[in-house]
């Protein structure tokens, strides 16, 4: 057991609580037993599992699913520094960051984010696109750092269902989208149309501002159409997550309905 904060182990996690050390890792930190358990069902290869004897007792059969290999018990104590949270579960683990690779292919509902700031505005964004089919949250590459803990942890163990994919040129991605038969809708105060007035049956990219910029210029010109959510007097902007969800189930509602004989 580990009971040392100063063990190389326990300064290798701690490095993971920040963007940087995540980079220069090219690893991050996941927090808790639902999001263990995500990662498990989803078959992601764990480099290393910290726990503490309390939580091995609460868990038997997932703690013995670990590879002795990557698996290693820790003092309470070191477990209050290796996690960011207040009063932690009693588990975390390592995982290799992805590396990148080709745009991802189009689905029938698609997400593109904007300088998305908040990390629980994108892990709730990640939970909803989860809970509809979307394959991938895409983001530009100003937006938070898709390996946030409090982002993961708002994610509530969808993340890997829905994974972040960062775009470093988005508009290439829109135009890559569009030569694939995808519509881009983009959401406004002042959208010509309301948002169920879009056909959704099509394949769409649905574009989602900055939390207190909205969407610049150059990515409405991109849309196909630009829509609006009603809203009362005096109510400036809506949620991001919001908003996307409203526009998702607006979608799977004419999807159903459409599919149904």
Same mark, same amino acid.
């Given at each position: ?115 998305? =700031?908040? #990390?629980?505005? &994108? +892990? ?5 696109? *989860? ?5 991938? !949250? ?89 829509? =609006?959510? #009603?809203?009362? &007097? +005096? ?5 991001? *997550? ?5 526009? !998702? ?13």
């Amino acid at each position: 057991m580990i009971t040392s904060r100063r063990h190389p182990l326990v300064r290798h996690i701690r490095q993971l609580h920040t963007p940087k050390g995540r980079r220069e890792a090219g690893q991050f930190l996941l927090e808790g037993t639902h999001l263990l358990q995500s990662a498990w069902e989803q078959g992601v290869k764990l480099q290393h599992i910290c726990y503490t004897e309390t939580w091995a007792g609460r868990y038997p059969h997932l703690a013995s699913q670990f590879a002795p290999a990557v698996a290693q018990p820790v003092s309470d104590p070191v477990m209050a520094v290796l996690a960011t949270t207040v009063h932690p579960d009693g588990v975390v683990g390592v995982a290799p960051i992805p590396q990148g690779g080709a745009v991802p292919a189009p689905g029938r509902f698609n997400l593109l984010g904007y300088r998305l =700031q908040d #990390p629980g505005n &994108v +892990g709730t964004l990640i939970r909803t696109g *989860a809970a509809v089919g979307v394959k991938h !949250l895409l983001l530009t590459d100003d937006s938070v750092d898709p390996y946030h803990p409090k982002l993961l942890r708002s994610a509530a163990g969808q993340w890997f269902r829905c994974p972040p994919w960062v775009c470093p040129d988005p508009l290439d991605v829109m135009k890559q989208y569009r030569q694939n038969q995808v519509q881009i809708i983009a959401t406004h105060a002042q959208g010509a149309c309301l948002y169920w007035q879009v056909d959704w049956t099509h394949p769409s990219l649905l574009l989602l501002g900055n939390e207190g910029q909205g969407l610049p210029e150059s990515w409405l010109a991109q849309a196909d159409r630009v829509v =609006q959510i #009603p809203q009362a &007097v +005096g109510v400036e902007s809506l949620n991001v *997550a919001v908003a996307a969800a409203v526009c !998702l189930y607006e979608a799977v509602r004419q999807n159903w309905t459409n599919s149904k004989p």
